[in-house]
């Protein structure tokens, strides 16, 4: 009987909660529904059909497409030589002090958005996309170099310390003897990211950082609803062959 009051009182909270929120934000959802409303919708949603399909701005679209997959690639290949190196000092492999610090430097990097990341990029590179990738890179720097550390301080420390106590280096053991076993997870980690960031990559085109978003703003702005809709199409077509490519690369490194 406890547990049922006790239910009871979590849905009731929960759901004062909800009818707060709602009243402190000024949400009207039946205004959706009435009035001229349904019709508006309606109409800007049929305005997005047919998609524009002329040859100029087809090949517009390509490029826009070829611009963001290289900004989402570059991004996070630069992420993961970043986050490689400072997951070594994560991890420990340098003392307590290095530890701490790049651990703070890794959580102000990835606590900081994309999108905010961009908007000060854009200020300090310009317009364009070297800023987004600056903006991805640094990003997910923070979130590849939290992962990687964790993955080598659950690695095994014998055939790293077998290899030093038979004479060799601190960097040969650490490529023969600790290396092996994280790259397979790093890699994982690195295009698991990388899905991710081809949809932010997307998305940071709105605050001037190039690709497919760059031209969905442009197009949205200038209400030319039948272009945005071919970039937007060209976005979901985008992520699903990226999305495929990359589940598939992480199932054969598994």
Known sequence: MSRRIEGLFWLLLIGVAVFAAFSYLGLDLPGLLQGDSPQQMREYATSFFPPERSGSWLRQVGFGALETLAISAIGTLLAALI???????????????????????????????????AALMVLAAGLGPFAGTLAIALHTAGVLGRLFAEALENTPAEPTN???????????????????????????????????????????????????????????????????????LAMLL??????????WLRRRLG
Not at 85 to 111: E, F, H, I, P
Request: glycine content about 12%.
């Open 238 to 247: 985008m992520v699903l062959l990226v999305d495929a490519l990359s589940a």
């Open 162 to 232: 077998a290899l030093r106590e038979a004479g060799a280096g601190a960097l040969a053991a650490f490529c023969y003897g600790t290396l092996p076993g994280v790259l397979p997870q790093w890699l994982s980690y690195s295009l698991y990211r990388w899905e991710n960031n081809i949809r932010m990559a997307a998305v940071l085109g709105f605050v001037g950082a190039g690709g497919l978003g760059q031209m969905l703003y442009v197009t949205l702005s200038l209400f030319q609803q039948a272009r945005a809709s071919t970039v937007i």
């Open 83 to 117: 986050g490689a190196g400072l997951s070594l000092l994560a991890a420990g492999r340098l003392g307590r002090v290095a530890k701490a610090l790049s651990r703070l430097l890794l959580n102000a990097l990835r606590s900081v958005p994309e999108l905010v990341w």
